[in-house]
């Protein structure tokens, strides 16, 4: 098969297109070949030397994926040879093929095309695994979601209204904010331009946000922390703003904060397969319903996986970015 290969970290053009030996599905997993795969930060990082892939996983980027079954491994039941599904990756999304673990598999949800099920997974099981399971967001709550513009965001503001939450975003740019408007979101932040402390307290009477989901990390830190609502949880999903800040306890003290913060890739797989488990069984009918979708800015050939990184890196982009395989351009 051909694959998304990285001899050596570096710029968008380390991604290099080459032909590679084919996977082989272990005890529990399906052989699934890939009609399309979904950018992510993390690959970024992994192309720069940052986010090596967890002990075991494909050496090759790709968080997520979408396509057809064509081989199950020992132990595997409840799917078959030729089953349309989108999965959850370790790795190993940009290639023709991957092996999958069965339990980190989900079917194409009703109403959404097999290549543009390939944006679902990743987002869908970080929002649902941060915002729902750890944060515990309610109906009438109010959700402040950083990055609002992003795949994790787009999906976050569709999710928390569709189960009756209020939802703040912040954006680089009026034209990001009103695609977030579409979408359902209440409060409308130019980070640029504005306070997003200043901007939730306006918003919710002075009491801030019961959620926050931050991308950012150490550089929102302290402004996170003041955002909050008493009894607001703030969860950390990224670090494009850095990794060290401090943390003035005496302020989460007197608002009985809870920060948390976690990963998806490395999780075992048994916490991987419960996080899939609850998005097939809370957000599949929600997609189903067309309460929510996925956000797809453009497509592009898998082999063309540098354009897709610069992309991604230049920012304008509103959603996923999707990498086909040959046999789907």
Same mark, same amino acid.
Request: charge should be negative; charged fraction near 20%; aromatic fraction near 4%.
């Given at each position: 098969?051909?694959?998304?290969?990285?001899?050596?970290?570096?710029?968008?053009?380390? $991604?290099?297109?080459? @032909?590679?030996?084919?996977?082989?599905?272990?005890?529990?997993?399906?052989?699934?070949?890939?009609?399309?795969?979904?950018?992510?930060?993390?690959?970024?990082?992994?192309?720069?030397?940052?986010?090596?892939?967890?002990?075991?996983?494909?050496?090759?980027?790709?968080?997520?994926?979408?396509?057809?079954?064509?081989? !199950?491994?020992?132990? #595997?039941?409840?799917?078959?040879?030729?089953? @349309?599904?989108?999965?959850? !990756?370790?790795?190993?999304?940009?290639?023709?093929?991957?092996?999958?673990p069965a339990g980190q598999l989900l079917p194409v949800p009703e109403g959404v095309d097999l290549a543009e099920a390939a944006a679902l997974p990743e987002v869908a099981c970080t929002v649902w695994s941060n915002v729902f399971m750890i944060a515990r967001l309610a109906p009438?709550?109010?959700?402040?979601?950083?990055?609002?513009?992003?795949?994790?965001?787009?999906?976050?503001?569709?999710?928390?209204?569709?189960?009756?939450?209020?939802?703040?975003?912040?954006?680089?740019?009026?034209?990001?904010?009103?695609?977030?408007?579409?979408?359902?979101?209440?409060?409308?932040?130019? +980070?640029?331009?504005?306070?997003?402390?200043?901007?939730?307290?306006?918003?919710?009477?002075?009491?801030?946000?019961?959620?926050?989901?931050?991308?950012?990390?150490?550089? +929102?830190?302290?402004?996170?922390?003041?955002?909050?609502?008493?009894?607001?949880?703030?969860?950390?999903?990224?670090?494009?703003?850095? #990794?060290?800040?401090?943390?003035?306890?005496?302020? $989460?003290?007197?608002?009985?904060?809870?920060?948390?913060?976690?990963?998806?890739?490395?999780?075992?797989?048994?916490?991987?397969?419960?996080?899939?488990?609850?998005?097939?069984?809370?957000?599949?009918?929600?997609?189903?319903?067309?309460?929510?979708?996925?956000?797809?800015?453009?497509?592009?050939?898998?082999?063309?996986?540098?354009?897709?990184?610069?992309?991604?890196?230049?920012?304008?982009?509103?959603?996923?970015?999707?990498?086909?395989?040959?046999?789907?351009?």
């Amino acid at each position: 098969m051909h694959a998304i290969t990285i001899p050596e970290s570096g710029g968008p053009e380390a $991604l290099v297109w080459a @032909e590679v030996p084919d996977p082989v599905p272990g005890e529990g997993e399906v052989l699934v070949e890939v009609v399309a795969s979904a950018v992510n930060r993390a690959d970024l990082l992994q192309r720069q030397g940052f986010y090596d892939p967890p002990p075991g996983a494909s050496p090759y980027p790709g968080l997520e994926c979408s396509g057809r079954i064509i081989e !199950l491994g020992p132990g #595997v039941s409840g799917w078959a040879v030729g089953d @349309e599904v989108c999965a959850l !990756l370790a790795g190993g999304g940009y290639a023709e093929k991957v092996a999958v673990p069965a339990g980190q598999l989900l079917p194409v949800p009703e109403g959404v095309d097999l290549a543009e099920a390939a944006a679902l997974p990743e987002v869908a099981c970080t929002v649902w695994s941060n915002v729902f399971m750890i944060a515990r967001l309610a109906p009438g709550e109010t959700l402040l979601v950083h990055g609002g513009a992003s795949g994790i965001g787009t999906m976050a503001i569709q999710l928390a209204k569709a189960t009756g939450a209020r939802v703040a975003v912040t954006a680089g740019g009026a034209d990001k904010l009103a695609r977030c408007a579409e979408l359902g979101a209440d409060t409308l932040i130019n +980070y640029r331009e504005q306070d997003f402390v200043a901007e939730i307290r306006e918003a919710t009477d002075g009491a801030g946000a019961d959620v926050i989901l931050d991308i950012v990390g150490a550089k +929102y830190l302290e402004r996170n922390v003041k955002a909050l609502a008493v009894n607001g949880r703030l969860a950390v999903i990224g670090m494009q703003g850095g #990794v060290k800040a401090e943390l003035n306890l005496g302020e $989460l003290l007197r608002k009985r904060g809870t920060v948390t913060a976690t990963s998806l890739r490395a999780r075992p797989l048994r916490e991987k397969a419960e996080i899939v488990a609850g998005v097939r069984e809370h957000v599949w009918p929600l997609v189903a319903a067309g309460r929510v979708r996925p956000v797809v800015d453009q497509r592009l050939p898998l082999s063309e996986g540098s354009e897709a990184h610069r992309a991604l890196e230049a920012g304008a982009h509103v959603g996923k970015i999707l990498l086909l395989t040959p046999s789907a351009v």
